[in-house]
């Protein structure tokens, strides 16, 4: 099992461009987040998936997109890059996004906008 | 709202000194407790969780006790090691989520030296 995967692991982009940032899991989880991580304010949640077809905002959602491709897969897309879009972001996946499940994390993506 | 805090890091430890790093918690019902890890370069993994009062997390010599009274959830190891070198961070689940959202801690980065 690979786990969680995320694609690409560094990019970096001019103010103005999109980007798409690809997540895959292998584990048959319902559930999918995408996380950013800025330093000293921990991690904080852009968009979730409870399950296949279904998408809500995170604590953090302007200036993204997200889709839930398929059970696998859940992509987070800018559409038109800030530097305050500078940061990590890291894809998760549950089981079933219950209170007591554990999520996984994929490698993060580190992403700059000039 | 739901909310997590941690100390303040770095933390500086000498190899098999005891380490304290203490997180607490604001919540409606009765949330569940993760401490997560980041090793340099990686993503975040499951470190240990606890999903009621009392109970008592633990894995590769770590351990946290859920106090409720306390709304506290304070990790120890009695001798750390210099591979425990990471970011530590404290997070919670609301009891009554069906979303699995994780509410994170900034994070308490932890250096120990041979």
């Known amino acids: 099992n690979a786990g969680v995967t995320q694609t690409p692991k560094f990019q970096v982009l001019k103010t103005g461009q999109s980007m798409t940032l690809q997540c895959a899991q292998d584990?048959?989880?319902?559930?999918m987040y995408w996380y950013r991580q800025d330093p000293g304010m921990g991690l904080r949640l852009i968009y979730y998936?409870?399950?296949?077809?279904?998408?809500d905002k995170g604590e953090v959602p302007n200036g993204y997109n997200v889709s839930r491709l398929n059970k696998r897969e859940f992509s987070l897309r800018l559409e038109s890059a800030a530097p305050s879009q500078t940061s990590v972001y890291f894809c998760?996946?549950?089981?079933?996004?219950?209170?007591?499940?554990?999520?996984?994390f994929g490698p993060g993506t580190r992403l700059t906008v000039l | 709202g739901n909310s997590v805090t941690q100390m303040e890091g770095p933390v500086t430890l000498s190899e098999e000194a005891f380490l304290t790093i203490n997180c607490t918690y604001t919540a409606t019902g009765y949330p569940s407790l993760f401490w997560y890890v980041q090793y340099p370069g990686e993503g975040l993994q499951l470190l240990l969780k606890a999903t009621k009062a009392d109970d008592k997390g633990s894995n590769k010599g770590f351990e946290a006790t859920y106090r409720k009274e306390t709304t506290s959830f304070h990790l120890e190891k009695g001798s750390v090691q210099v591979s425990d070198s990471a970011v530590y961070f404290c997070a919670l689940i609301n009891g009554s989520s069906n979303t699995g959202k994780l509410i994170f801690g900034q994070g308490t980065t932890l250096q120990v030296k041979p």
């Open positions: 584990m048959n989880h319902n559930s």
């Open positions: 998760a996946s549950s089981e079933q996004g219950a209170g007591t499940d554990t999520q996984y």
């Open positions: 998936s409870a399950s296949e077809g279904t998408t």
